[in-house]
Nanobody, 121 residues
């Protein structure tokens, strides 16, 4: 089991940027595919972005494509989410997730505790 701890959330004005980090400990980080998901009040948790274990492939939700970038540093056991051109509709709790499987077979093995992102208009 891998333990995930997110950081970097906060309050930002529309059009601004934030960088989320997710530090992993426990089992070998580089063996996991990693992802970011988010949940807005009253809504289901939704996919934001994923990255393969080697960092060679990424996927994004259409709503964030071109604005968000997922990356990872396996030497630091950390995955990042750079969020630019933020919109009020990006307001949510953002969760880091780890999976042994990628793509349509994604199955979350571990979740972080979440970090709040609030975008004011």
């Amino acid at each position: 089991q891998v333990l995930l701890v997110e950081s970097g959330g906060g309050l930002v004005q529309a059009g601004g940027s934030l960088r989320l980090s997710c530090a992993a400990s426990g089992r070998t980080f580089s063996s996991y595919h990693m992802g970011w998901f988010r949940q807005a009040p009253g809504k289901e948790r939704e996919f934001v972005a994923t990255i393969r274990s080697g960092g060679d492939w990424t996927n994004y939700a259409d709503s964030v494509k071109g604005r968000f970038t997922i990356s990872r540093d396996n030497a630091k056991d950390t995955v990042y989410l750079q969020m630019n051109s933020l919109k009020p509709e990006d307001t949510a709790v953002y969760y880091c997730a780890a999976s042994y499987l990628y793509g349509s077979s994604w199955s979350t093995r571990s979740w972080g505790q979440g970090t709040q992102v609030t975008v004011s208009s």
